[in-house]
């Protein structure tokens, strides 16, 4: 065995070919010049709509959680799973779009200024696009990483535009810190069921089920 | 294209995207606001309806007699409550002729309009529940929230067929206070929302001579003033007073009822003029 084993990463799973963007080192993945990703066959009002409903799932998930959760006086914030794929996946106008309105979703049932959320939402959107050409984004380990980082920075943020209102902001840090605890937990359990969601329903639509399952 | 353009043209479109958002006209955003809360309230009135019936099919695995015994105890509660009510409506004839003896401004009115909760959010951030009525039922803004324990809040948005409350618990709400006995109003606020422990708020501008600890604690009521809420409904209990750095008055901290937390049924008092 001198050799290195072939590479087996997917076509469709690699940035450029779920962009439409020319691909930094062409040779080292000729397979996508030549081949066209499913995704990017779908219109991007398809694709925008799909990572809505799903954010609408989560949103509808996480709130009967923090119901059940509220008597122990914990809270569940996973809103950067809303902007994770989109931002590793998407081309940056449509996964932006998505992003916004998935934080336009999570703002209205906050008592915040409306836009608060989708702005952080679209800043995550900005970010993780920026550097999702420098890190391992295909397997969902990496995407929990990721939406764990994008949520730890949501959540701090968000925080510190909050902490003004209190009358007691020094008290209110170990409950942010338990609540963002209990966050990071949830997310690293439902991450991959959500991502496999999210996937199966845009292969189910560009009907090519193997390459993003 | 320069590369270093390339890399900065996300930022660059985020930009774009706040100034655009910073621009659009307030009335545009309050409608997606209502039209996006909309969209998301059947899914939340949907899963409490869900809860009703699976509380509804568990009652239904209760003995008969459990329910015969539960029945006694409800016709004498319902008994001890008739007689309140005769008194209570012997004293609103007094007060009415007193008021009209004195030529006093009449308190008021309120109409009791019972509520479901449908979803409890209870952040570190804010303290709210979105109750199963809204405008269906003439709630409106401001209005009062109470339960069999004190107040719970006051409506702070009301939707088409649900409303949301502030929780007392929640540093939105302020509102002015009295210790039990005492006439002289003190500031209380939400905010303090310990995880695993009861919920509270803090007060300011508390007299001098009033005094309470853990040990012997000091009931807070409403005061009446403002006119939200009517006078002599349970805030909490006063556990903690202490001297504040300007030395005129003390501050202290308040211990919210724990069934706050799990509330499922609420009242909203809708004040007699909006009706």
Same mark, same amino acid.
């Given at each position: 065995?001198?050799? *290195? ?8 799973? *690699? ?33 925008? $709509? ?91 380990? $990496? ?71 | ?5 390339? @890399? ?13 958002? =910073? ?26 309806? /869900? ?9 239904? =695995? ?16 319902? +008994? ?6 005769? @008194? ?7 007060? +009415? ?29 804010? @303290? ?47 509102? +002015? +206070? #009295? ?9 209380? @606020? ?23 600890? /853990? ?5 807070? #009521? ?31 901290? #308040? ?14 008092? #809708? ?5």
């Amino acid at each position: 065995m001198t050799g *290195s084993p072939p590479s087996r990463k997917s076509p469709c799973s *690699s940035p450029s070919s779920l962009t439409n963007r020319p691909a930094a080192h062409p040779i080292a993945s000729p397979v996508v010049l030549r081949t066209r990703s499913p995704l990017s066959r779908l219109p991007p009002l398809l694709r925008f $709509s799909l990572i809505f409903l799903s954010t609408l799932l989560l949103w509808a998930v996480t709130a009967q959680l923090n119901h059940a959760l509220a008597p122990w006086r914990l809270y569940v914030f996973v809103g950067a799973l809303a902007v994770t794929l989109p931002a590793l996946t998407f081309p940056f106008k449509t996964g932006l779009l998505a992003s916004f309105c998935g934080g336009l979703l999570f703002d209205a049932v906050a008592p915040v200024s409306f836009g608060t959320h989708a702005l952080l939402f679209a800043l995550t959107h900005a970010v993780v696009f920026n550097f999702r050409d420098r890190v391992p984004r295909d397997d969902t380990l $990496s995407r929990v990483v990721i939406a764990l980082f994008a949520n730890l920075g949501l959540f701090l943020i968000f925080s510190f535009t909050q902490v003004a209102r209190s009358p007691a902001p020094a008290s209110l840090w170990p409950r942010l810190f338990a609540d963002l605890a209990c966050s990071q937990i949830c997310l690293a359990l439902i991450a991959p069921w959500f991502f496999a969601i999210q996937a199966r329903a845009l292969a189910l639509l560009a009907d090519d089920t193997h390459r993003y399952a | 294209m320069p590369k270093r353009f390339d @890399q900065a043209r996300p930022f660059l479109t985020l930009g774009l995207v706040v100034a655009a958002w =910073l621009i659009v006209p307030t009335v545009f955003k309050t409608f997606t606001r209502a039209s996006f809360f909309e969209l998301t309230a059947p899914v939340s009135v949907a899963a409490s309806y /869900a809860r009703d019936l699976q509380e509804y099919w568990s009652l239904r =695995l209760r003995s008969n007699s459990e329910l015969i015994e539960a029945g006694r105890d409800l016709a004498r509660l319902n +008994a001890s409550y008739d007689l309140a009510v005769q @008194q209570n409506v012997e004293m609103q004839g007094e007060i +009415a002729r007193l008021e009209a003896i004195l030529r006093l401004p009449s308190y008021s009115g309120y109409r009791s309009e019972h509520a479901r909760v449908v979803r409890r959010d209870f952040s570190g951030w804010w @303290q709210r529940l979105t109750i199963r009525k809204g405008k269906n039922f003439n709630f409106t803004v401001g209005s009062p929230v109470v339960f069999s324990g004190g107040v719970v809040g006051r409506v702070s948005e009301v939707f088409a067929y649900t409303a949301t409350v502030d929780l007392i618990s929640s540093q939105t709400v302020r509102l +002015a +206070a #009295v210790v039990e006995g005492d006439i002289r109003p003190i500031s209380y @606020q939400g905010g303090l929302n310990p995880t695993f422990s009861s919920a509270g708020g803090v007060i300011e501008f508390v007299p001098l001579d009033i005094f309470a600890s /853990a040990n012997a604690t000091k009931r807070l #009521v409403t005061s009446g003033l403002g006119g939200v809420f009517p006078p002599g409904l349970t805030i909490g209990s006063v556990i903690k007073v202490e001297p504040s750095t300007d030395g005129l008055f003390k501050s202290g901290e #308040v211990k919210l009822d724990d069934r706050l937390a799990a509330l499922t049924e609420v009242t909203v008092l #809708v004040p007699l003029e909006s009706y």
